[in-house]
């Protein structure tokens, strides 16, 4: 079965480093997000990018996030000057349409020192 | 503001007893999504309810969407131990058109 993969599955930072977080969604879909989670705290949503520019964003979404489709397959998020509160576990979806049924990866813990 | 609430936020309860968990909102939703999150995991997709009123059953478990989509709830019938877990409502608002609003999810604990 299709899924969502992410790599790495956990990033060690130092605060001020850039990171780039991967994802690659599932073959044929056309809508690709990505969400966090503070530990124990709600999932939010950061942006969604179809048709290789961004659709939606977040307040959370500021000038140190950007996210980009390299080529045909991957999906990145880019936060330029990590911060402690950047620590979290990133998670990357896709769908096939807007509207449709978002499906998860396995999402990236990131920790910021 | 708290678009999605869900309730109660902790479940704990003996094998074979039935349960429900509700997703509330003051707003009206296209669609809601339960999802199932294990601890370090992304969530995984359980149903999407796309219409008032829907219904629909994945085994032993129920899924209703309101009237006016404002609201959902899971029903689980004969809850097993493998049921542990945290369920989380996540929906399309009508003005918004990708991102998914979350509740804060319900922590299931089905004891043997």
């Known amino acids: 079965e299709p899924e969502v993969t992410q790599t790495p599955s956990h990033q060690v930072t130092q605060m001020g480093q850039e990171v780039i977080l991967r994802c690659v969604p599932i073959?044929?879909?056309?809508?690709f997000y990505w969400y966090r989670q503070i530990l124990g705290q709600k999932v939010e949503f950061l942006v969604s990018f179809y048709n290789n520019e961004i659709s939606e964003k977040s307040e959370i979404f500021d000038d140190q996030f950007s996210v980009e489709r390299p080529d045909g397959s991957n999906f990145t998020l880019k936060i330029r000057s990590t911060k402690l509160e950047d620590s979290a576990m990133y998670f990357c979806?896709?769908?096939?349409?807007?509207?449709?049924?978002?499906?998860f990866g396995p999402g990236t813990r990131l920790t910021v020192l | 503001t708290q678009l999605l609430e869900q309730s109660p936020q902790f479940l704990s309860i003996q094998e074979g007893e039935n349960l429900t968990v509700y997703c509330n909102s003051s707003s009206v939703f296209s669609s809601l999504q339960w999802y199932r999150q294990e601890p370090g995991e992304g969530p995984v997709l359980l149903v999407t309810v796309v219409t008032g009123g829907e219904v629909k059953k994945l085994k032993r478990l129920t899924f209703q969407f309101g009237d006016a989509r404002k609201d959902s709830s899971l029903h689980i019938t004969a809850a097993q131990p493998g049921d542990t877990g945290l369920y989380l409502c996540a929906g399309h608002r009508w003005d918004s058109n990708y991102q998914l609003i979350w509740g804060a999810g319900t922590k299931l604990i089905i004891k043997p």
């Open positions: 979806a896709s769908s096939v349409q807007g509207y449709n049924e978002q499906f």
């Open positions: 073959s044929n879909h056309l809508y």
